[in-house]
């Protein structure tokens, strides 16, 4: 009985170094992840915040321009807005397609 006892108290002990083993893992692949996807995230919204307001800075601009064409300023903000006015329009048709693609690329950034 005793030699019984003594074969299964080391494989018990190989068996929870394994699954401390395999915890520790877990963590390190999480905070990878982690890590990775908050890195990501981060320079994105950078490149966003830029972009925005070049953008602004754009519109600004062309409305201003469209204004001296037209002959009065307010027809040009108006016509940007009209233009932006139509592509939010058409952009709330096919937010469901945007969704499912983002969806897929942080599902497959998460898995991979």
């Keep these: 009985m005793e030699t019984k006892a003594n074969l299964i ?3 018990i002990e190989r068996v929870e170094q394994y699954g401390k083993t395999s915890f520790e893992l877990l963590k390190l ?3 990878d992840k982690t890590a990775d996807i908050a890195s990501t995230l981060i320079s994105r919204l950078f490149l966003v915040v830029v972009i925005s307001i070049f953008a602004i800075t754009l519109n600004i601009a062309i409305s201003l321009w469209l204004g001296e064409l037209l002959g009065k300023n307010y027809y040009g ?4 807005a009209s233009f932006y006015g139509l592509t939010g329009i058409i952009l709330f048709f ?3 397609l945007i969704k499912e693609r983002a969806n897929n690329s942080i599902i497959t ?3 991979n």
């Design 94 to 96: 096919i937010h469901p």
């Design 29 to 31: 692949r999480s905070l």
């Design 9 to 11: 108290e080391p494989l």
């Design 109 to 111: 950034q998460l898995l």
């Design 77 to 80: 903000f108006l016509v940007v």
